[in-house]
């Protein structure tokens, strides 16, 4: 059974009004009263306000709407006729063109002139600095093939290697040795090498000198060396270097005054020294004249050229000037 149908049977019914033709209930009809009057409070203050507020709130939009609309169709149309006007105003782009090029054709005849007259003028120069340099070359070169040949070399069997600014090296360090050479990244095999020396030193063991085929190692240089001291009215030396050493037993001494009547061996006197290397046989000169011929024993095919200064005690200096660098074929 129903709970809440068993539970109104417990009710007491009063005679109510009459409703339809039948009497109702005074408890229910009180009831009923009471129900319907929840439900309108609750549709008033509810649903009834939302409503309301809602249609206030579609009738607000609505009626700003043509307005909001207007104003934003405006701009459009201004931009529209603005971009229309401009479009207008605008020649085709192939009119344009054809404008600008008519206007620009005499600047770009102009321009070519110029800029052909200036590499004209480029050319030229270029062509003046090379026959210069050229002219520099030969009157520099022809003097230097004399002296090959001098030395019995066929200055037509090679080239110039280089041509050095004068350089000076002083050492003061007790037995030590500096080196110099603007052209350190040339290589020779077969060469002259010459060079006006001049020296001051304060005893006469010190010395001046070049190197070749050197490795370039400056710690432990393997390398020939052609050196000349002051000592006993001068003197030239060959020895080879090692990794660093130097075998005295291997050291060629040479009389340079006994030979040469012209070499200086006096502070602050210079002597024209050269050497030939053709293979293992190198040939020494001073002053144009020929010391001697010695064989290389240690084998260096090719190698770097410098200039030294050798210090045994008390100082040196040696100043180097005309010097050049034949390479034979």
Request: glycine share 8%; net charge negative.
């Amino acid at each position: 059974m129903n709970r809440w149908s068993s539970k109104s049977t417990l009710l007491t019914c009063r005679r109510g009004p009459d409703v339809g033709g039948q009497h109702v209930c005074w408890a229910h009809w009180l009831l009923l009263i009471a129900f319907v009057v929840l439900l309108l409070a609750g549709c008033s203050s509810g649903d009834q306000s939302e409503g309301i507020t809602e249609l206030e709130a579609k009738l607000t939009q609505e009626a700003q709407q043509p307005d909001t609309e207007g104003q934003a169709s405006e701009p459009q149309e201004e931009q529209v006729s603005e971009s229309q006007a401009d479009q207008a105003a605008e020649p085709p782009a192939s009119e344009a063109q054809s404008v600008q090029e008519a206007v620009e054709e005499p600047k770009t005849d102009a321009s070519a002139t110029e800029v052909a007259a200036a590499l004209s003028q480029t050319a030229e120069a270029e062509a003046a600095a090379a026959s210069a340099a050229q002219a520099e070359r030969a009157a520099t070169i022809e003097p230097i093939r004399a002296e090959v040949a001098s030395y019995g070399v066929d200055p037509s069997q090679g080239d110039l290697g280089f041509t050095h600014p004068p350089i000076s090296i002083e050492v003061t360090d007790f037995e030590a040795t500096d080196f110099a050479n603007q052209n350190l990244l040339t290589v020779a095999r077969d060469f002259v090498l010459a060079a006006d020396v001049t020296w001051d030193s304060q005893y006469a063991e010190s010395g001046c000198g070049f190197v070749f085929r050197s490795d370039g190692d400056e710690e432990n240089p393997s390398q020939y060396i052609m050196g000349m001291t002051r000592g006993a009215q001068g003197h030239v030396l060959f020895a080879e270097q090692v990794q660093g050493d130097v075998d005295l037993n291997l050291v060629t001494d040479i009389y340079a005054n006994g030979i040469d009547p012209q070499f200086e061996w006096q502070n602050d006197t210079t002597n024209r020294m050269a050497v030939v290397g053709r293979g293992q046989e190198f040939t020494l000169y001073s002053n144009g004249t020929r010391l001697g011929t010695v064989t290389g024993k240690a084998g260096f095919e090719e190698g770097f050229v410098a200039f030294i200064a050798v210090n045994r005690s008390g100082g040196i200096r040696c100043d180097y000037d005309n010097i050049w660098l034949w390479r034979m074929n």
